[in-house]
């Protein structure tokens, strides 16, 4: 490559129907968002040139990404567009520039839905405009050839009908008979893959298709204040991080540290009132040097100290709104970190809408949420809240969608609803009642019955019998108990009877009594 005058202008000899005649502020959204969004990026690939920039480090860059999305059909990260462009640019003096120049473009970087459809709208209409000063050129061009021949016209007419078709791209969606065969080869290709993100409790994921859910999918799990829906999200969380996925634990009320100790607990079987004292323990399997777990066909499964399978990230309450994730989301992506799944604990704690009904707006965060796990194709679990009747559903049944807090709208986006269930006595001795409220993929509306373990915060299925057993065993304790209570309560009130009769014989005034009658006598 020649050297550069200006780098800073595009290459005046390359061939170019029109460029954008915006500023290079705007330019540099455009291309920051076609690096960094997916949908801006497919629904922006036919409507942008690389030659529509005027920047010579946009229009490098662009090349690479389109030549890299059309053969992977990922978007390339950072680390690859550099090394491309230092490749490419290898000895030019003009390369110092275009680094410069590259982190400005990410920094640049807008996320949201409101910048993605108004940067798509001015592409587009850019697009359109060109399509049709071409295709009238083009037309006129054929009409001065042989404007009395009807095939001219027609022409004519497939060339502006043509332009006025340029538009946002689509996915066009699946052909259901001419697709049949791809889509059967999908599910094979799935089934062998096992990308499916279970819960551990396998009543609940050998009654989903495929064993588990899927990318791009959403649940929630709801239970009272004190049960353990965060705990719960934590064990599903680190479920999967055995299984070779990437997750994200977004909290907007617990701290960082706490959902780290927690995750101890869970992944290494440390106590969690007494993690200092087990650490040594807890660093052996963090660090790769024991086994933290094993498969769910028995392989054994260690950590690599170099790539953490897990991110924590706290914000603050209701500080943090879809677009904050997203935001958040690219930068993970911009360090190499790409989750397969996301917790966000929870959505009742993120920011609402402004000027709008809390029911409405958590319906809407809940709604947008699931759209951003399909977009950035990851699996989402977060927690619902249930309303005040909660606790007393609880003490013979179970939580269902009539008592989600604010709304039971919070529900329809997602695909699978399961609630935790517990009364005193059930909270006594570390037992409770797991409820498939709602299923997309699999049976719903049935029980199954769970183990709270104290110390590890291990979530677990528990057999009906012997939750049966157990909560008989505890009935029986307390029945025992009570009797032992009251045994000794009454021997201690007949202790009292006969201590209050001595006393009464022998207090002061009887027997001076007594001494005056013998007196007396």
């Known amino acids: ?36 969004d997916r949908q801006f990026l497919l629904q922006g690939m036919d409507l942008v040139k690389s030659t529509y920039f005027t920047n010579r480090v946009h229009v490098k860059a662009c090349e690479v990404l389109f030549k890299y999305f059309e053969r992977y059909k990922s978007q390339p990260d950072r680390t690859i567009i550099t090394q491309e462009i230092k490749d490419d ?3 030019d003096k003009a390369l110092p520039y275009y680094m410069g120049e590259l982190n400005a473009i990410y920094d640049y970087f807008l996320p949201g839905m409101d910048a993605r459809d108004y940067l798509t709208d001015k592409i587009a209409y850019f697009a359109k405009i060109q399509a049709l000063r071409k295709a009238f050129n083009d037309s006129l061009e054929e009409v001065n050839k042989d404007p009395e021949n009807p095939v001219t016209w027609d022409k004519v007419y497939h060339t502006l009908q043509q332009a006025m078709l340029v538009d946002r791209s689509f996915d066009i969606g699946t052909n259901y008979l001419k697709d049949a065969e791809p ?33 791009g999918q959403s649940i929630a799990i709801m239970a009272d204040s004190g049960v353990g829906k965060s705990v719960m999200l934590a064990c599903i969380l ?24 927690r995750l101890d607990a869970i992944l290494t079987g440390a106590p969690i009132q007494k993690l200092y004292d087990y650490k040594e323990d807890v660093f052996d399997k963090l660090e790769g040097k024991v086994a933290v777990g094993q498969k769910d066909d028995g392989e054994p499964v260690y950590f690599d100290p170099e790539e953490s399978p897990i991110i924590i990230k706290k914000f603050p309450q209701k500080s943090a709104d879809v677009n904050t994730i997203r935001a958040y989301l690219i930068q993970l992506k911009m360090r190499g970190f790409k989750p397969d799944m996301v917790v966000v604990d929870y959505v009742g704690e993120m920011k609402d809408y402004p000027g709008v009904k809390t029911y409405e707006s958590r319906e809407q965060l809940v709604d947008e949420m699931t759209g951003l796990a399909s977009e ?16 007393e559903v609880q003490e013979a049944g179970h939580l269902s969608q009539d008592n989600i807090a604010d709304s039971f709208g919070q529900m329809r986006p997602l695909f699978g609803c399961i609630t935790l269930n517990q009364n005193d006595r059930e909270s006594a001795i570390g037992v409770g009642r797991g409820w498939v409220e709602k299923q997309r993929n699999g049976r719903k509306h049935y029980q199954f019955y769970l183990n709270f373990d104290k110390n590890t915060l291990k979530i677990t299925e528990l057999g009906k019998e012997t939750y049966k057993d157990r909560m008989s065993s505890h ?16 021997q201690a009130s007949a202790e009292d009877i006969n201590i209050d009769s001595i006393s009464k014989e022998f207090s002061p005034d009887n027997l001076e009594s007594d001494g005056e009658d013998t007196q007396n006598d």
């Open 89 to 91: 640019l290898k000895g």
């Open 1 to 36: 490559m020649a050297e550069l005058d200006d780098p800073t202008l595009a290459d005046p000899d390359a061939e170019s129907e029109a460029r954008y005649d915006w500023d290079e502020d705007f330019q540099r959204h455009i291309i920051s968002m076609l690096l960094l």
């Open 475 to 490: 009935n029986e304790k307390v029945v025992a108990e009570v009797e032992t209570d009251l045994i000794q309560d009454q």
């Open 376 to 391: 950035e194709d990851f699996f989402m679990a977060t927690a619902l809240q249930p309303n005040r009747a909660g606790k």
């Open 183 to 215: 889509r059967y080869e999908r599910m094979a290709e799935e089934e062998a893959s096992g990308d499916v993100f279970p819960l551990g409790i396998p009543s609940v994921d050998q009654e989903l298709k495929g064993g588990g859910y899927r990318r």
């Open 238 to 261: 680190a479920h999967n991080s055995l299984r070779d996925k990437k997750c994200l634990y977004i909290s907007c009320e617990n701290d960082e540290d706490e959902i780290a100790d």
